[in-house]
């Protein structure tokens, strides 16, 4: 069984910053696209960034600039690390992935969110 497990999140002051992490576990055979997206509260979960397995990476215009995308395909973990962070980039952010499992069957997945507040 494929899962996604994210973590990092937690209280910053405007300005600061928070590096998050998600790692994959389970039967994996292939892990292809890794990104992450977020959701503030009363609004649509939007697209933050992401990160092919050749390490090309995209960026939402929001977040160019301040957040840096990477993985580790040893680990089967990607990492956001947020920089000067602002308090519209506070919500709930969560780790997507597209992930063979061990049969070869490509499915996408969902971490279960960490949050991530931004405050004075």
């Known amino acids: 069984q494929v899962q996604l497990v994210d973590s990092g999140g937690g209280l910053v002051q405007p300005g600061g910053s928070l590096r998050l992490s998600c790692s994959a576990s389970g039967t994996i055979s292939a892990i292809s696209i890794m990104g992450w997206f977020r959701q503030a509260p009363g609004k649509q979960r939007e697209y933050v960034a992401r990160i092919t397995r050749s390490e090309v990476s995209t960026y939402a215009d929001s977040v160019k600039g301040r957040f840096t995308i990477s993985r580790d395909n040893a680990k089967k973990t990607v990492y956001l690390q947020m920089n000067g962070l602002r308090p519209e980039d506070m919500a709930v952010y969560y780790c997507?992935?597209?992930?063979?499992?061990?049969?070869?069957?490509?499915?996408?997945?969902w971490g279960q969110g960490t949050q991530v507040t931004v405050s004075s």
């Open positions: 997507n992935a597209d992930i063979a499992d061990a049969r070869g069957i490509l499915r996408n997945y």
